[in-house]
């Protein structure tokens, strides 16, 4: 039987059937992609009506303009990345309903992390995560999931109790002071650790803050660790202030070159991959002394950490001069140590003969300890491995002898009024 050829009509009507078919089986499978959306993204307008009609800054031109402006001129803005991208509430935030959208309460590196994980991860590993929150705070608090991974990575800086100075200092002290800077590594409640803003500020997310020497000095500063006012009167800190307009201080990390910075900045030596080196955000990989404790002894990644910053200092200084300064400032350590010892063994003597209490911080001579070893003893290690020599010497030796002497007058005192002397 031969085939009669199909009507035009009749094919139009069975392709009109199929298409309408197909896309009622689109619109049911959309529909259920939809429900299953959670409601932090399908209560509110869609990320790309956000990038068409500017909502966000339709009211904050009016009521915060200036994180307008500095959002306008980041690299987030240019990569095309919205308020909403940011702001949105994640799993684990607490959200608010602001204005027909749902948005994250408040922001932690939790929401930094989407897309800058590996950063994120590097960041957990270094000393400026949870042992920055715990010098402060000790584990009160913090999650036994997230104490577990910091002593992991830093056995017994993060299981540990309050810092008995900031208890005595008050809490209000202690949170506009200590936590002012060592908030860069708290705990929070989404289960993530720190705040990326605290080097690259909310709104301009910029490389190039994080690259400022005054951006670390916020916190590296002062007697405790005064690593800017070092570097400020190092030769890198006066090649910065005189060549800082030829410096390209956006470059991306990646391809960081010596032509872009060719004069160090903190950064520079702790964190950037200059030249093909590698990037890291864990500050604590290429130091080789634990600096901040009295009597500093090798980190357990000593030759490693001490390879990978010289590998920095190599791009511009010969292997002969880099191996001479670290013969020099490795010298001014051992000394110290060495005159902090003697501290030790003062205050260790009053103790064990009974001539001080077991309170902190309830005498003199208490203060005067921890001034010598946590103020000039410190000083006078950083100032050897960041070239500055004021900070080995005047600030340094010098106050540590004279602390030294009057430490040792007041225990003489206390042995003198000691009953039965």
Sequence with gaps: ???RPESPGRIAFRSIFIAAAVSGVLLVAAFLIHHARPRTETDQPI?????????CAQCHREETPAIVHQFERSEHSRANITCLDCHQALDGQESQDHYNFTLAVDLTSLNCSSCHRTEYQQFVRSRHALPAWSAVSGAEGVPSDLVALGEQHHPGAVDRPPNALARLEGPAATRTGCLGCHQIGRPNTDGSIGSC??????????IALAREPQTCGQCHMGPDHSQLEIYTESKHGALFAAQRDSLNLDAEPKNLTTADMSVPT???CHLSGLDGLRVTHDTTERLSYWLFAPVSERRPTYARGK??????CLRCHASSQVSRFYDEAEAVLQQTN??????QDLMDGLRSDGLLTAAPFDEPIEFAYFDYWHYYGRTA???ALMGGADFVQWHGNYELLLTLSEMKEMAAALRHGAPGR
């Design 1 to 3: 039987m031969v085939r």
């Design 381 to 383: 290690k950083h100032g």
């Design 266 to 268: 903190c950064a520079t």
């Design 197 to 206: 803003t605290e080097c690259h500020s909310r709104h301009s997310t910029s």
């Design 47 to 55: 990320p790309e009506l956000v990038r068409a009609t500017g909502r």
């Design 338 to 343: 060495a005159l902090i010892r003697e501290g």
């Design 307 to 312: 390879t990978e910053m010289q590998e920095t």
